[in-house]
C-alpha cells in the first residue's frame, strides 16, 4: 500500500503519525493488518471511526460523545481507506482531552467572574448567575461537552 509511505512524507499529518508510533505501528506497514491496527489506535482514545464509500473515494468520521446529545466528528476524505483514516485521525487529534477542556473552562471562568469553573457551573445550575448577563453567557458557551 504506498499510501502509506506517501503519508509519512506528508508534514500536515505529524499528529497521525506521531500517535501512530506512539502505539507501535509502522507508518511504512502495508496490509489490512496495518489498517485494523490504526483502528484499534483510534478505538482505545474512546473513539469510534466510521468508514465510508468505494475505491478511490473513501469517507471516514471519528466520533466522540460526551452526553446522548453532545458528540464532536472529525470527517475527512481520501482515495484509499488508510489516507481517509489518518486525515480524520489528524483532526481528531487536535481536540482537547476532557481534563485539558476542564482546566481551560476554569481558567476562563476565574477571569471572567472570579470563581472556578465548577463553582461557575453549581451557580448556573442553582439559578444563581443572571442568564442575560453577556459575560455568563459566554462562559456557558466555552463549557466543556457533558458539562
Known sequence: MMAMRQLQQDEELALAQAFLG????????????????VVEAIRSRGWE????GLAGNWDVAIGERHASTQARYGIASGPDRITALLRALEVALTWLTLEEERRVFDEQARRAVGL???????????????????TVRHLLMLRPLGW
Open 49 to 52: 471511526p466510521e468508514l465510508t
Open 116 to 134: 472556578s469553573g465548577e463553582e461557575f457551573m453549581r451557580r448556573w445550575r442553582a439559578e444563581e448567575l443572571p442568564a442575560d448577563d453577556p
Open 22 to 37: 506512539d502505539h507501535g505501528i509502522d507508518p511504512e506497514a502495508t496490509g489490512d493488518d496495518q489498517e485494523a491496527a
